[in-house]
């Protein structure tokens, strides 16, 4: 049975029922963004000051979306753009060679364990592309399709480097737990 | 279908939240934002008011000149008129006084 426009309507009003306000959204998505910026940049007021930028835009062009999901696409999509045109202007993140990542010290946050911050580390270490492909998958469970589409590359090229990245950060792992051992 | 490696990638990469501020700067930044778009839209607004004043000025004043000249040549134009009428009337004038002279 097909529904009319007032029933979907009404179903809209049911699953969501506060109209949606920019303060709404940036409440519910400013973790996203943040993370996406965090992740890639490695620097907290570096990724609040991107995260803050994606907002603002956002905020100017509100009136336009029409859907949380296109929303919630659009500002990954722009959260990943910004933080690599970011990392560009600064140059100031002198780029680390994977092989030159050290182990981290097992003294930090209490919370954080030991492989998730060596993990981090070498994601950090990857070049621009790879690193926000890397981190839309896993952070935040994107298709190659949607990360294609956001990032404006051909599926073949983040599927590449997903393979490659994987099986880079496996080898380092696995050879750095050697070294532990 | 994910293994265990991709799962600890997930992991690693979960999501953090910003400073606890984050979100009253982000809502102060954009109604700064929103305050200076409307103050450039007033500067925008004052600078094409002034300048349609300034063409409607300078049209106006434009015009009167034209008028001027134009009252001005039409006034140099009736005193040539006036000055040839008053110089054939002095000739005929003339020609009449010499002939009641030689009757």
């Given at each position: 049975?097909?529904?009319?426009?007032?029933?979907?309507g009404?179903q809209q009003r049911?699953d969501?029922?506060?109209?949606?306000?920019?303060?709404?959204?940036?409440?519910?998505?400013?973790?996203?963004?943040?993370?996406?910026?965090?992740?890639?940049?490695?620097?907290?007021?570096?990724?609040?000051?991107?995260?803050?930028?994606?907002?603002?835009?956002?905020?100017?062009?509100?009136?336009?979306?029409?859907?949380?999901?296109?929303?919630?696409?659009?500002?990954?999509?722009?959260?990943?753009?910004?933080?690599?045109?970011?990392?560009?202007?600064?140059?100031?993140?002198?780029?680390?060679?994977?092989?030159?990542?050290?182990?981290?010290?097992?003294?930090?946050?209490?919370?954080?364990?030991?492989?998730?911050?060596?993990?981090?580390?070498?994601?950090?270490?990857?070049?621009?592309?790879?690193?926000?492909?890397?981190?839309?998958?896993?952070?935040?469970?994107?298709?190659?399709?949607?990360?294609?589409?956001?990032?404006?590359?051909?599926?073949?090229?983040?599927?590449?480097?997903?393979?490659?990245?994987?099986?880079?950060?496996?080898?380092?792992?696995?050879?750095?737990?050697?070294?532990?051992? | 279908?994910?293994?265990?490696?991709?799962?600890?990638?997930?992991?690693?990469?979960?999501?953090?939240?910003?400073?606890?501020?984050?979100?009253?700067?982000?809502?102060?930044?954009?109604?700064?934002?929103?305050?200076?778009?409307?103050?450039?839209?007033?500067?925008?607004?004052?600078?094409?008011?002034?300048?349609?004043?300034?063409?409607?000025?300078?049209?106006?004043?434009?015009?009167?000149?034209?008028?001027?000249?134009?009252?001005?040549?039409?006034?140099?134009?009736?005193?040539?008129?006036?000055?040839?009428?008053?110089?054939?009337?002095?000739?005929?004038?003339?020609?009449?006084?010499?002939?009641?002279?030689?009757?």
């Open positions: 049975m097909t529904k009319t426009g007032q029933e979907i009404e049911v969501n029922p506060e109209p949606r306000t920019f303060a709404s959204v940036l409440r519910s998505h400013q973790s996203m963004v943040f993370s996406i910026a965090y992740h890639f940049l490695r620097d907290r007021p570096a990724a609040e000051e991107v995260a803050q930028d994606v907002f603002l835009q956002l905020h100017k062009r509100f009136e336009e979306f029409e859907s949380d999901a296109h929303i919630a696409f659009w500002l990954r999509k722009v959260a990943g753009h910004r933080s690599i045109d970011y990392v560009r202007k600064r140059k100031s993140q002198a780029a680390v060679d994977i092989d030159d990542v050290p182990v981290p010290s097992v003294d930090g946050e209490p919370e954080d364990h030991f492989l998730n911050r060596r993990l981090r580390l070498l994601i950090g270490s990857l070049p621009e592309k790879p690193r926000m492909v890397m981190i839309l998958r896993y952070q935040e469970d994107m298709r190659p399709e949607e990360i294609a589409s956001a990032m404006d590359m051909p599926v073949r090229t983040v599927k590449s480097h997903l393979q490659r990245s994987l099986a880079m950060l496996r080898e380092k792992i696995d050879r750095s737990m050697g070294d532990v051992r | 279908m994910m293994d265990d490696f991709e799962k600890q990638l997930q992991e690693a990469l979960s999501r953090k939240e910003p400073s606890p501020f984050f979100e009253a700067r982000v809502l102060g930044a954009v109604k700064r934002q929103a305050r200076e778009r409307r103050a450039s839209m007033r500067m925008w607004w004052a600078t094409a008011v002034a300048a349609v004043l300034i063409v409607v000025a300078v049209s106006v004043w434009q015009h009167q000149r034209n008028e001027q000249a134009r009252e001005e040549a039409t006034g140099r134009e009736a005193k040539a008129r006036l000055e040839l009428a008053l110089k054939i009337t002095s000739v005929k004038l003339q020609k009449i006084s010499q002939k009641v002279e030689g009757i």
